[in-house]
DNA sequence: CAGCATCCGAAAGGATACTG
DNA sequence: CAGTATCCTTTCGGATGCTG
């Protein structure tokens, strides 16, 4: 995997597809679908509580959970863009080394 | 902790450590003081593998084991400064965010 | 729909003791 | 000096089932 980790291993995800704007809890589930839903609240429970992302419940007929990246949060977009720059430039460098490394 | 984690623990502060020329197993574990020789040596492995730093042992009267910053390793500081960046100043705005949180 | 409760396996990190 | 070997605890991610 990526030498690069924000926060938990779905943390970066979420960032992501918060960028476009909020998501419902069902809707980020979709591009993730790997993740069960424990684990994606406890993602969306630890990054409410570094103030990276707002949690709102609607009362209304939508009856749904958005979350959104707080100006915090979308703060960390940069520092993140700037670590996948890194890995699809140097990705195969990494991998060349790691083949090497196991047959010399 | 901080929300950003390159590679395993240690790895960040190893990277940083050998910014300014190589170092010795035995000088690295001087600044990460609370790292054992097992923990250091794995993300040095893990490090070694991915080609980030190279080790080398001197066979004459020095007798002492290496690690330096491979190119690729050294490219990797530039992410991981924009990621400290980013830490120390947001440090706190994220520090009000927990407490905020813990005692609403 | 948006979770919470429970249980589980794997991996990470560390303490301690020993070695060439 | 620069590790290796063993054991142990904590943390992480996931599977499954249930709930307002």
Known sequence: MLPFRFGDKWAPLVLACLEGGPRRFSELRVPLHRVTAKVLTQSLR???????????????????????????????????????????????????????????
Chains 1, 2 share one sequence.
């Open 46 to 104: 630890r990054m409410e509580r570094d103030g990276l992302v707002v949690r709102t419940v609607h009362a209304d007929l939508k009856r749904g959970v958005e979350y959104a990246l707080s100006p915090l949060g979308r703060s960390m977009l940069e520092p993140l863009a700037v670590a996948c720059a890194w890995a699809t430039e140097h990705w195969d460098e990494l991998l060349d080394a790691r083949e090497r490394h196991t047959s010399p």
